[in-house]
């Protein structure tokens, strides 16, 4: 569910049931109703409601239990009519028709406008007060008269990228030509000037569409001589300026300024995809990848992260800030990140969350610091995070070990991976060497094994011996 489709829902009750069914969609054990009326900001009486339109509506899915001895809600068969319903209350939008109308400059009166939705136009009115209650986040205002999203151009490119990137089927939308010239560029650029960046595709064919569009319409953005002066001189960006030349048309050549062409320079920024052995900064940041070097220092050393192990992890969260920088140069909206995101850092990994928004508060200017540090939490994780490993050391017949294979894979979680020795002896040297978190023998090692969490099962063992509480909820606490 993107933030931006979720803010433009205009019914309060629509945006409530998204929120109960996506709290439902996203959870493996029933919810308390009390945990949803808390969510909700609810009467447990107008949740009870709800859920029993929902019980009307998916009289085979939606499944009232108990859960802890309290009444609770579970998920039950198929959830596709679930999932397809959600998407109708998010998608089923009269300011989705608005948006696009501004973006391919079909202003409309108040009055023109609410005769084609057959609606009133008092209520087109409350409509578009809440649209520019969503676009005051982006810095942005609506004209009424004609209907138009004005405001800052940097500002107005972000906003319809947000929009676009989500509904890649809105109407006029020339994505196949966006995609050819945006290969093109990058392919022309790896050919000619060796390997430059590793980018989004997709994403950079979404702004490829945008920036097009605005230049069509004579929308142009302008930078600050002292921003231009800063980059002009990158040799990327000069071999930037020469692949454009090939590989953009003739009518959109002819609108691009210096500006627009350090727009388009900078944007690529935002498509740089972090992962180890790809390309995240061009040879023109490194220096400004350094102004980073104290904060991404103190962090490792904070988190007692050895340098020696971790030091592509470190350049890649110095080139992200260094990119970020960039970015914010267009606007600061680009440190944005989307609610959830920030709850899931919050929740799942909060030492590191407040260790880099305590860092950041020190070393850097952003302005949404807390929203910065969510993506540099996610970053790290993502790059020291490993799946947890458990071995399975057993003696037996083929048959006999592939049927415990079978077994021990279907009970563990999907972040966890199973490997099986055999081969060597089985000692603490051995589940060091492996990185083993849990081990599974059916035979007693020559040695007893203290480097990990060990697990005794006899020659034959039951299913019921594996699926036993204890051990089960162990697999998942990995």
């Known amino acids: 569910m993107d933030k931006l489709s979720y803010k433009l829902i205009i019914d309060k009750i629509n945006k409530r049931h998204v929120d109960l069914l996506h709290l439902m969609l996203e959870s493996n054990k029933p919810i308390l109703l009390t945990t949803l009326m808390n969510y909700c900001k609810v009467s447990m009486r107008t949740i009870k409601s709800d859920f029993e339109f929902f019980k009307e509506m998916f009289p085979d899915n939606i499944y009232f239990t108990k859960y802890h001895g309290h009444l609770a809600i579970e998920l039950i068969g198929t959830l596709d009519p679930i999932e397809e319903y959600q998407k109708s209350l998010i998608e089923n939008n009269p300011l989705f028709l608005v948006i696009e109308n501004s973006f391919f400059s079909e202003h409309e009166t108040v009055d023109s406008l609410a005769e084609e939705l057959f609606i009133s136009s ?27 999203i004005t405001g800052n151009e940097f500002n107005i490119r972000f906003f319809y990228f947000s929009y676009f990137e989500q509904h890649p089927e809105a109407r006029k939308l020339n994505v196949l030509s966006a995609e050819k010239t945006a290969y093109n560029t990058i392919s022309l650029l790896t050919e000619r000037f060796k390997k430059i960046l590793t980018i989004d595709y997709h994403r950079l064919t979404n702004w490829q569409i945008i920036v097009e569009h605005r ?10 001589e002292t921003v231009y002066l800063n980059y002009c001189n990158d040799q990327a960006f000069i071999m930037l300026h020469e692949a454009l030349q090939e590989t953009f048309s003739e009518h959109i050549l002819g609108e691009l300024n210096k500006h627009e062409m350090l727009y388009s320079y900078l944007i690529i920024l935002d498509t740089v995809l972090y992962d180890k052995e790809a390309y995240f900064f061009v040879n023109d940041f490194f220096e400004r990848l350094i102004v980073f070097e104290p904060m991404t220092t103190a962090f490792f050393k904070e988190s007692n992260l050895p340098f020696s192990s971790h030091m592509e992890l470190k350049t890649m969260l110095q080139a992200f800030l260094a990119n970020l920088t960039a970015l914010t140069d267009l606007t600061p909206l680009f440190q944005k990140n989307d609610a959830q995101l920030t709850i899931f850092a ?33 970053l790290t994780i993502a ?30 979680p999907r972040e966890v991976d199973l490997l099986c020795h055999s081969n060597q002896p089985l000692d603490n040297s051995l589940i060091k060497k492996m990185e083993i978190d849990l081990c599974i023998y059916n035979y007693k090692p020559e040695a007893p094994i203290t480097f990990c969490k060990t697990v ?7 299913k019921s011996e594996l699926e036993k509480p204890e051990l089960t909820s162990y697999f998942y606490s990995l």
């Open 383 to 412: 790059n020291i995070k490993r799946n947890k490993r458990v071995l399975l050391s057993l003696s037996g017949t083929p048959a006999t070990i592939n049927y415990y294979k079978i077994l021990v894979e279907k009970l563990l």
């Open 215 to 224: 230049l069509a319409q004579k929308r142009y953005v302008h930078f600050d």
């Open 346 to 378: 919050k929740e799942k990994y909060p030492e590191i969350m407040n260790r880099w928004l305590s860092l950041l508060n020190i070393y850097s200017t952003f302005v949404y610091k807390e929203e910065v540090a969510v993506s540099l939490t996610i």
């Open 122 to 148: 008092s209520t087109l009115r409350k409509y578009l007060n809440h649209l520019k209650n969503v676009l005051s986040d982006y810095d942005l205002s609506l004209n009424l008269n004609p209907i138009q």
């Open 456 to 462: 005794d099962i006899s020659k034959m063992s039951l």
